[in-house]
């Protein structure tokens, strides 16, 4: 299990967005390699849909993708619990720490615009380092 603290995290989402990746692929990119290394980097086309204003912010798909990456199940005999209480918690963190879940309440920018990009920045940032301290509360990872 590779180390890392929240400002790298932090840093590591930021440099995804700024290469022009999409909030739920930049969270994804930056914790897949501590959360769950043993999947392709280009499992990230997974992530392309969850960006730009679908509905639930993709910051917080990415994360829900990284969960599952790292506690889902992979045959129907594992029990799902386990996933979806740390998936319905982390949710409900990220609306505590953010107010809200749906990217066009917490985003009130004209998308494609600079504000919306700089907004989007925050909160991946924002939430990469949350992300990271709930996977290391967790045992997920370590930092």
Not at 46 to 73: D, E, H, Q, V, Y
């Amino acid at each position: 299990m590779e180390e890392i603290n929240s400002k790298c995290a932090a840093e590591s989402a930021g440099n995804y967005h700024e290469k022009g990746y999409n909030c739920a692929e930049s969270i994804f990119l930056a914790f897949r390699p501590i959360a769950a290394p043993e999947l392709n980097e280009e499992m990230v086309r997974m992530a392309t849909p969850f960006g730009g204003g679908m509905g639930l912010c993709g910051a917080l798909s990415g994360a829900m993708l990284i969960l599952g990456a790292a506690k889902g199940r992979i045959t129907p005999e594992v029990p799902r619990k386990e996933s979806y209480d740390l998936s319905s918690e982390y949710h409900n963190r990220f609306k505590s720490e953010f107010g809200a879940t749906c990217c066009r309440v917490l985003v009130k920018d004209k998308f494609g615009s600079k504000e919306q990009a700089q907004t989007c920045y925050k909160i991946i940032t924002r939430s990469a380092g949350l992300l990271l301290d709930f996977l290391v509360e967790k045992g997920i990872v370590r930092n």
